[in-house]
């Protein structure tokens, strides 16, 4: 029964990623006449949709990259540490290195934001 929930979630996951592709450029399309406009306004519209959402898929799918790193590591580690405790340091070296991950999707999604 798992997995058929897991199935569907991914099928899920997949159509939404396609349904990103798909209406994620038109975001991007430019205007002639309204580009004035959005610079005095301060921006909005479809391009502002387009920042937010990438913005957000850098950090959300940052994380859960990391969050399926961290998992091996942390049970592969606590195995280790169970007949080595010595190997504590580098166990915990090795589950703060996918923690990076998050931190560039963090730093991403600011530039983005920067631009909105």
């Known amino acids: 029964m798992k997995r058929n929930a897991l199935a569907k979630l991914l099928l899920t996951g997949m159509v939404l990623m396609a349904a990103l592709c798909v209406l994620v450029p ?6 002639e006449h309204g580009e004035e406009e959005a610079s ?10 387009g920042i937010a959402i990438g ?4 950090v959300g799918m940052a994380g859960i990259g990391t ?3 961290q ?6 580690g606590t195995g280790a ?13 090795l589950f703060a290195i996918p923690e990076t991950i998050v931190l560039f999707g ?5 530039i983005l934001s920067g631009s909105i």
């Open 26 to 31: 038109g975001a991007f399309a430019q205007e």
């Open 40 to 49: 005095s306004e301060g921006g909005g519209g479809l391009g502002t949709l």
């Open 55 to 58: 913005a957000g898929l850098a």
């Open 67 to 69: 969050g399926l790193a």
């Open 71 to 76: 998992s091996g590591v942390g049970a592969g």
């Open 81 to 93: 540490m169970a007949e080595k405790p010595e190997l504590f340091t580098n166990v915990l070296i």
């Open 106 to 110: 963090f730093v991403i999604a600011i």
